[in-house]
T-cell receptor, first 112, second 114 residues
């Protein structure tokens, strides 16, 4: 059974810091992995999607990597801003299924 | 196309009442998914459709829950005889068959059972 874990559960950093959010999964037979952002009481906004054949994806100040062999993905946020404050969720889709398995998220607070 | 649309945004209901939520996916997406999210947790899969066919249901989806996707377009999720434990955010997502473009989620429906 695939399990997705996100560490840390919460993170508070001063504005301008570079930071890394971690996501680990137990089953390496992953089809793709997607990072989402969720603001309080809102739905999910897709940030980056990494296919199993890819190592990383970049969008602006965000960079996500995927290492299937170690069962890990990281989301790197450069030069953090208060507007980055939100919960970040990673979700994996397995080769044998169409559903996403989510981690519990990392709550990020960027202090001005 | 403005993305995945969910209605209503919020629903407060008394225990024992029935509620129905609607999801309008991105028009060219033939897969539609329902997820449930409780406070502090990641979303959990409930069910998914490919066109009008419901292909998988989670064990979380008790017999009080039913989902439909007539004509393969919009979908409805109905909860009968609501219980306080049903209070959650109900999220809908859609994707293309190959999911190469990933999933697109709606803004969700927040259900509160009092």
């Amino acid at each position: 059974k695939q399990e997705v874990t996100q560490i840390p559960a919460a993170l508070s950093v001063p504005e301008g810091e570079n930071l890394v959010l971690n996501c680990s999964f137990t089953d390496s037979a992953i089809y793709n992995l997607q990072w989402f952002r969720q603001d309080p009481g809102k739905g999910l906004t897709s940030l980056l999607l990494i296919q199993s054949s890819q190592r990383e994806q970049t969008s602006g100040r965000l960079n996500a990597s995927l290492d299937k062999s170690s069962g890990r993905s990281t989301l790197y946020i450069a030069a953090s801003q208060p507007g980055d404050s939100a919960t970040y969720l990673c979700a994996g889709r397995m080769d044998s299924s169409y559903k996403l398995i989510f981690g519990s998220g990392t709550r990020l607070l960027v202090r001005p | 196309d403005t993305g995945v649309s969910q209605n209503p945004r919020h629903k407060i209901t008394k225990r024992g009442q029935n509620v129905t939520f609607r999801c309008d996916p991105i028009s060219e997406h033939n897969r539609l998914y329902w997820y449930r999210q409780t406070l502090g947790q990641g979303p959990e899969f409930l069910t998914y459709f490919q066109n009008e066919a419901q292909l998988e249901k989670s064990r979380l989806l008790s017999d009080r829950f039913s989902a439909e996707r007539p004509k393969g377009s919009f979908s409805t999720l109905e909860i009968q005889r609501t219980e306080q434990g049903d209070s959650a955010m109900y999220l809908c997502a859609s994707s293309l068959v190959d999911s190469l473009g990933g999933y697109t989620f709606g803004s969700g429906t927040r259900l509160t059972v009092v």
